[in-house]
């Protein structure tokens, strides 16, 4: 079941899921994605997934380290939410990556490119080897 957020601003609603409407008024029209932009953003989103796989699966192995990726974030991981990254870690579960977060003072939500240059050092710091 999925949960529609929902933000009050002036006379505006903000829908998460649908969009923008304005309240009290005509409804805001949506603007239709043409069949060639959907078809374009599915690609770039299965591209960013595979990638994000690939990446993960190095990660797990061993082959590349996280402070590599802390340093400089590739566009697709970017996005990513640092814990899932975390997860991946051999012999970090999800306890560990819960104290991980709160010493560097991270949110569990925060994404790679969502970091301040504080919080990337202490995560640099920690997993340098």
């Known amino acids: 079941m999925s949960v529609t957020r929902v933000w009050l601003s002036a006379s505006v609603v903000w829908l998460s899921r649908i969009g923008c409407v304005s309240v009290g008024k005509a409804p805001a029209a949506v603007r239709a994605r043409s069949r ?12 960013t997934r595979l990638a994000r ?23 697709c991981v970017r996005t990513a939410r640092l814990r899932e990254l975390l997860l991946v870690l051999p012999k970090i579960g999800p306890a560990k990556a819960g104290r991980i977060l709160g010493q560097c003072g991270i949110a569990h939500s925060k994404t790679l490119a969502g970091l301040s240059d504080r919080q990337r050092a202490e995560l640099r710091k920690l997993f340098r080897h």
């Open 53 to 75: 796989a690939k990446l993960k699966k190095e990660l797990a192995s061993g082959k590349l380290e996280l402070a590599q990726i802390l340093a400089e974030p590739p566009a």
């Open 36 to 47: 060639e932009q959907r078809l374009r953003a599915l690609q770039q989103a299965n591209e």
